[in-house]
């Protein structure tokens, strides 16, 4: 007899975007230089519907270049864009200033997750959760794990995943990730998805 598949309630993703490079900007896809890339039709493709309960709420981090992407991804996936849940201004590591990052217009401090909705709401368990987090920047692409402290805060001990998860040896301490499954090339990951 098959094992019935795990559902999630919640989804918080930090996708792996691939960014253009340019002749102009070589810093500009520096991401692929720590880990590896995807192409938003590689994600789209991704069966993440098939992990999803019937009311979930998707969690995803989006970069201000990728911001149209994102909505695109959630969509493909089977959710519906309702609101920024958290915003984190980044500050650097050994001062109270914000990071200076680069953008071709303004210098980037900020990134957003943004909350995507499927079937019914989910009950808001707490209603003291703020939406901006400003807190010290980690390794390149690492983000607060304050952040999936106020996701459980937020929505509760529902059955959870985090895609793209980062847990290489010494990058992240493991107990980050209590309580929730992860997925990610450099995870033990607890769920696979069919090629």
């Known amino acids: 007899m098959e094992q019935e598949k795990k559902l999630y309630s919640i989804i918080y993703a930090d996708p792996p975007w691939k960014y253009a490079y340019s002749s102009n900007n070589p810093t500009n896809g520096c991401a692929s230089l720590h880990y590896n890339v ?15 309960a019937k009311d979930s709420v998707l969690l995803m981090w989006a970069t201000f270049p990728f911001l149209v992407e994102a ?72 983000k607060p794990a304050e952040i999936r402290e106020r ?16 847990s290489r040896k010494g990058f992240f301490p493991d107990y980050e990730y209590a309580g929730w499954d992860v997925f990610g090339d450099e995870a033990n990951h607890s769920i696979d998805f069919p090629e």
């Open 71 to 142: 909505l695109e991804l959630g969509k493909a996936w089977g959710f519906y864009f309702r609101t920024v849940a958290f915003t984190w201004v980044k500050l650097y590591k050994h001062s109270y200033r914000p990071v200076v990052g680069l953008g071709h217009y303004t210098r980037a401090n900020a990134e957003i997750v943004l909350l995507f909705r499927k079937g019914k709401p989910l009950k808001r368990v707490s209603n003291k959760v703020e939406q901006v987090l400003i807190s010290k920047a980690g390794r390149h692409s690492q």
């Open 151 to 166: 996701i459980v805060q937020l929505f509760g001990d529902l059955p959870r995943v985090e895609l793209f998860a980062r």
């Open 38 to 52: 995807q192409t938003l039709d590689y994600l789209k493709a991704m069966d993440i519907p098939s992990i999803c």
